[in-house]
């Protein structure tokens, strides 16, 4: 594998390379830097599977008037439940601590214990912005710690050629999910209806048709209060 993932996990964890299938009423978290993440990396995913019961967390943008209320809107194409936090995302982006940021995490989800736990990779997935890489980690530490468990923890898979193009899925990553075109495009639609993107911007552009996944199995230290 490469150095990419949720990399603190790589040596302890084995990696799986099985069934993408989620089974329905799983509890499963999304945990992201900010609102559009879910969609644009792990949208087409949790589309397909409307029996699972998401929760999205996003550490920033929480008092962004125009952000905010087109995340709830957003989770509600996706028939999830979300929380929002409000950590510095200034173009600047001085390095957060990360024990706030793991500390954030833990006050926005309801439930300490997933069947699935999904974030960010820990090279982030384009070249480059910090508060992915961030987010990534304060989740690794949280799932090494024992606060946050799940019986797998998985993180987005998609590279950018150090900007050479548009973000992708990596080749070798351990899921790869090719979406159906009616879902490719209900994601899309809430990248740019929703949400409201150009199309000709950025995020646009990038809306992936192959979604990817790096996975580790993950085991909890204590009992929590989910599953």
């Not at 150090?162 to 075109?181: F, N, V």
Request: hydrophobic share 35%.
């Amino acid at each position: 594998m490469s150095q990419r993932g949720l990399c603190g996990l790589e040596k302890k964890v084995p990696n799986l390379k099985h069934s993408s299938h989620i089974g329905d009423n799983s509890k499963c978290a999304v945990i992201v830097a900010h609102p559009d993440d879910e969609t644009l990396w792990a949208g087409g995913l949790m589309l397909m599977h409307p029996g699972v019961k998401w929760t999205v967390a996003t550490i920033c943008r929480k008092s962004d008037a125009d952000r905010a209320p087109k995340f709830f809107k957003a989770l509600e194409e996706f028939g999830a439940v979300g929380y929002m936090g409000d950590l510095d995302d200034g173009p600047e982006q001085n390095a957060l601590d990360n024990g706030e940021i793991q500390r954030t995490i833990m006050e926005l989800l309801p439930l300490d214990r997933f069947e699935v736990i999904i974030t960010h990779s820990t090279a982030g997935e384009y070249t480059r912005h910090l508060r992915h890489e961030e987010t990534a980690k304060a989740v690794m530490r949280l799932l090494e710690s024992g606060e946050l468990s799940a019986r797998e923890a998985w993180s987005f898979a998609y590279e950018d050629g150090d900007r050479k193009y548009l973000p992708r899925a990596e080749s070798g990553a351990d899921l790869q999910i090719d979406l159906p075109e009616h879902i490719w495009q209900k994601k899309y639609d809430i990248i740019t209806k929703i949400y409201g993107f150009s199309e000709d911007s950025f995020e646009a552009k990038t809306t992936p048709r192959r979604e990817a996944f790096w996975r580790f199995r993950s085991v909890g230290k204590r009992q929590g209060k989910g599953l």
